[in-house]
């Protein structure tokens, strides 16, 4: 202990002191740095790793207030809240709860802890209201459930000190904003009390400082304590002794050595990007589990109760390792973890920090990871995500600002909690960071779009869901209003999930229920079909309802291909480290030898991409000719750009057939030869690759994409546009996917410009389409096109190459499905006996 | 992730070249991509189930969807007539959503309906969302039509033989290489035909349905709607829903 922490030890009141001195503990310097801030009434941001004690350090100040409060005999009790938790997971709040209350009890301090999440049974969420404790530990949804009724001043009123946990994994999401909105509120109803934000190391800690305090106008921010960094991590690549496959995820090549690393440690969390490649994984594993080792799999599909097994066993130490996904990249503390593996391309710097820090809690001892690629690219990408953990660089935050649909439940929510000053309202939510350049025409369209739906054709005004009275103000029209905004609050919108039930040969009732699975997942198959799932290979049956009925299958390969690659697209900070060491031959020595003499080839046949240009190949392969382009901008931004570029070719009639893209590369394949078309001035490729194609191009396409659809989907879920379904509310699912696509197309070709549709648009450009990296790349490449004429494959593009055929068709082809099915008609029509009379 | 193909017809061609032919107890039909049916020899466009005011009916119960759907319906049947000029329009019933639905049609609605009836006879049968006559139509009302040798009604009868019907809202998907594609479509054996619905909120029932498939014989086609044009599939190409 530093001379500076004693001094600073003196100010703990009397129970806390012995409380530390007890435990032959020492305040942390952090700790103390929040207790200071927190008595000069100052909002805070602490960054600190995990096992910095944290979560303490967010309550200290409160413990400490409580403790001295009932020496102050003169005030009663303040019947509001005192501190407010919030955190982004439910098993969390409740986990900081159980620790809260051990040094509140050996303290002996009188405070009130209590959760409030779903699973709180009725009758205590109503006496909360009546009788609110000091510490409420709660979700974003509760807080706008709170929000939205007129106990809100007496709940809130008093409250001290609000702490929010997890804070990077909030800010920036829909869920984030409104929670944000909430924030506004709640300041509005406590000007007093102070905000923490408790977040792990993040490139920008600005924007979540900005977070923490209103804004009015100039950019308010709240202080900001860094806790020490503990052990720096020790982080290594398995250089593995066999052949690094050219394309796939599934890692397969390094089995036995991932084994070998579980059966040398103790407890190993062992994490993928996706809920197949953990199936496939842990299946693999199970193969050659000679010893018998207690291995499970976890991941968000598998049954809960399935789920809460292996999290006790875990926290128990019975594991040896548990295969999981991002499922298990936040929440509660394993101490006895001591290894983490990273199967895959981590895809991100921030996410692998995040991950590692799941090994070894302790501060100050390091934490060990090894990353195992799957394919050659994925031990580029690894490389890149070392040296940048090394440094201790984050990736960007993706600018964005609060999204309109949450905007409007949040605006009907406040007409719940009683009438509403349009202008006040307006203020207080731009007081929220991510709302703060909030225009008021973007206000008053979702005002209106609450109250009517907000169409140029007003059509509705009699069928308003809240009015504005003789004073300005508005109100809900009726009770149900509220009834319906409660049903639909939150901003989590699942895709449609079936139950997957196992079932004993022709049963079609009981069995066991092993977890979910997407709908659009089940909707490919046929009975028979073979797929792995929950660590088994099953059988498809058939559906009833809301479940897919399977057997166990004696089959020993699957046949439906799990194969997807990876959820989360390479960031663009990953990628450009990525280009840079590409560019760099110098910087190949620390590459597998494998690695490095592909990298070799290429240089000496192709051309190697350039930091900042954009590599593109043509060459002719087996009857058709193709074009590969190398922008290293992640399969998102690829996929948005090989359909519009395939557009722009189809109308220079060079007949393309298809495309593919992966996180790096993109290929487009034809019958027109491409090299000769360029060679003779036919096509150009900085033309092909003008950035506008995101004007009437992407515009065309937008019409039309699955993609866009379903973002829409959403955005009119969490408006409040569509009731959200429920299970058993509504007979069947596909109803709801079909009515929102129907008002999509009824909508975009009557009121472009309606707000629903600019919040999609928002989503897309950020989301699913990645618009705003594609047009950055566009920009960036233009005039720096370096196209390569070759005779055959480079070594480069072997691994997108490899992905054609082997990918879901997706997207736009609709009609050319439908040609396609009709000419097998046609061919059996000739063999059949029907005849149209 | 995704292949595109290159559009097979070419949208400069006569709109009529890209209609389906078929044979109907005798009768030859067009089938229209915009979701109606061409009756040469009587001159008749037939359309059916258009729901108007739907989007309005569900305003009422607290569900703003977007007020253009009436309007989207009648452009499509307005460009068929365009197309065709039919001497007679033939609505299949359900042709509002509910009974007061007539009087919620706005002014724009209301002159697209009489543009499309202009110098054409309006024959409106009744249906189970609109059994009454409704004055705001014009045209004339009837239960159902019997005209060269077939019958015109909302909803299919058991065992019936050379009629057209609307009601079930017929659609097929179809699953391929990974992919599922669902769209509205004509169902027939060529004995019968139930049409698709035209309005632009009406949802669908899968033609491999019982209440859809129990109605024809065991081999029946499904016409389904595309871009451009139709695409006939035999029944056992279409997947059941799910």
Redesign the interface.
Known sequence: MTVLDRQSAIDLPEPFHSWFAGRGWAPRAHQFALLERARQGRSTLLIAPTGAGKTLAGFLPTLVELAERPRNRNNPRPPGLHTLYISPLKALAVDVARNLERPAEEMALPIRIETRTGDTPASRRQRQRRDPPDILLTTPEQIALLLASADAPHLFGDLRRIVLDELHALAGSKRGDLLSLGLARIRALAPEAQTVGLSATVADPDTLRRWLVPQRGTSEMGDLVIAEAGAAPELSMLDSVAHVPWAGHTAKHSLGEIYALITANTTTLVFVNTRMQAELLFQELWHINELNLPIALHHGSLDVSQRRRVEAAMGEGRLKAVVCTSSLDLGIDWGAVDLVINVGAPKGSSRLMQRIGRANHRLDEPSRAVLVPANRFEVLECRAAMEAVRAGAQDGAVERSGALDVLAQHVLGMACAGPFDADALYEEIRSADPYSALPRKDFDDVLAFDA??G?A?R??ER?A?IRQMKDGRWRVANP??AQ?YRLNVGTIVEATM?KVRLVGGKARYGGRVLGEVE?YF???M?PGDTFVFAGEILEYRT?VEDTVLVVRSHAKEPKVPSYEGGKFPLSTFLAAGVRAMLADPARWKSLPTQVREWLEIQRRRSRLPGREDLLVETFPRGGRHYLVAYPFEG?LAH?TL??LL??RL?RARL???????NDYALAIYGISDLSLAIRQGRLDLGELFDADMLGDDLEAWLAEAALMKRTFRQCAIIAG???RRFPGKEK?S??VT??TD??Y???R???PD?VLLRAARQDAATGLMDLKRLSGMLMRIRGRIDHVELDRVSPLAVPVMLEIGR????????????????D??VE??MR?D???? | MAITACSEVDDAADPSDAAGVIALAGAELRLDPAGGLFWPAEQMLIVADLHLEKGSSFAARGIALPPYDSRATLMLLAGMVERWRPRAVVSLGDTLHDRRAGSRLGPAERDLLAGIGHGREMLWIAGNHDPDVVPELGGVHLPELAVGGLVLRHEPRAGAVREIAGHLHPVARVVRRGRAVRRRCFATDGRRLVMPALGAYAGGLNVRDRALAGLFAPSFEAHLIGGARTYRLAHHVCAPDR
Request: glycine share 8%.
């Open positions: 009517t739906g169409y054709l059509a509705y069928f869901r149900m209003v319906q079936l709908e089940v909707e490919t046929s559906i399969r996929q090989g359909m395939t557009r189809e007949k393309p057939l298809g495309f593919v893209a546009l569509i009731e069947n596909r109803q079909m009515s129907l008002v197309d009824v909508l070709a009557h009121e309606h990918e879901m068709v997706g997207g736009e082809a609709a009609d050319a499905l439908l040609a396609e099915a009709e097998e008609l059996e029509a059949g029907y005849r149209v009379q």
